[in-house]
DNA sequence: AATTTTTCTGCGGGTTCCCGCAACGTCCGT
DNA sequence: ACGGACGTTGCGGGAACCCGCAGAAAAATT
């Protein structure tokens, strides 16, 4: 067996390395990288089936990384080690696990218990193992309750680029109308309306620059959710101009 | 001497722990601290003089931390060790650190030599030690070629909290005209009209938002900064309200 | 198939934002 | 003292945004 370790920290690493030989002790080979891209690359020319890695990074982040080595060899089997909960991350990986993978997501906090328990778990009995506290977020997340569809997590990105309601409906193939119907759905669950005291009418806020903030500080968005949008956003702009040469640029237009 | 770490993670902790006994052996006492609240208590009831610590930490952040302690003791002498140069953690330092006062700031990824030759430059020798990136990062910000005025930081953070120009106004005790002028600086400055691929002019921006998205790309806002600056408009905010009921609220309108 | 529920869409108006234009004040330097 | 650079403020208009209303379309339920 082969494990690979994607981590940025040196620290972080060896203690992983220490961690992985202590727990599978039929691991005869242990690999390191210290990115996503370079990850990537190990996953590839080794046929890891084994890894386990940080989420976040530079450059390339663990959530880049999972989507291409799961995309290549859906079977792997990834342990994500993460200091953070955030929502963004939660939402991220859930997004890109594909069917029926096992996977799991523990946290740094952790005790070296719980880590020997999920390698073995996930590694070696096939069974996924999700943090208490992940587990609860991604509920909150995915349960509707007070949590976001995916068309309100996609509106929320795109303001958070600083698109225009005409730009967002364009790219999302929708009427200016219903992206402010979906936009107006984002700002009560945000709760934007009284997020801070506002007594009077007077210390009022931008509600567009006002969502983006609270689902900062909530940590639904944070650094690297916006950096993927951001690379997203830009592979669409490149095929919109492309194609707009082409094609009659009106064609939502009746 | 007595030496305070304030460091939330186990692993760096412990390696911080040992790198400082290694570099100073005349010192005799290490204590240690996981998060700003802890570290703040420690440091008034030891009165510790030397400081190591994070700057990404949850509850209370090492800038936080750092400013509460520097104003009850401005001699401390504080060494940064963090993972980031971001810019705004680099500002948020700069910003509070008191006149004369020695500190250093060193990245994580240095060499153990390094950092031993920070502690013993910073609490031997009385001479601050910046690591080069974050040295050039601080120049980029504070020399006005391309950096940003203190006006102009404000403001940004102003829309990254979702202040409409009306209350921006009011905050800064400036006119609605002249927060839009300082706004068009910020987005002339943030290169916000061409920043991406705008070749046709469909592919639109709301300026106000994305301004706020690529300064957080350019990592000069981060979740901390807004975070601070959330409790300061907070605490604006309670002001305001109590005030407004006493005096006269269109104090501003003549 | 019929009905309910949800989502999408156009219209209209009130508000906020973006910004060119022009006037005024302060602080410089020659 | 004069002229210029810079920051502040008011005015005005065009664009974008927020959102209630109501009909059309789609999806879910019965």
Redesign the interface.
Known sequence: MKVLIIED?P??RS?LNEAVRAALPECETVLEAENGHAGERLARDYRSAHVVMDLQMSPRNGIEAARTIWKERPETRILFWS?YSDEAYVRGVSRIVPQGAVYGYVL?SASDDRLRLALRSIFIESQCVIDREVRGMQQKSLGNANGFTDAEYEILVD??????D??IA?RRNLSVRSVQNRLQQLYEKLD?YRS?????D?????????????A??R?LL??SA??RA?AD??GW??R??AS?RDAD?FLRDG
């Open positions: 920290d620290l972080h203690y200091n740094k303001i958070a680029l600083g698109l225009t005409r730009a364009q934007v801070l005291g506002h007594d009077p007077d210390g009022r806020f931008n509600l567009r620059a006002r969502a983006v903030a609270v900062f500080l940590k944070n650094h916006i950096e951001e956003l830009a702009l490149a919109q101009s707009s640029p």
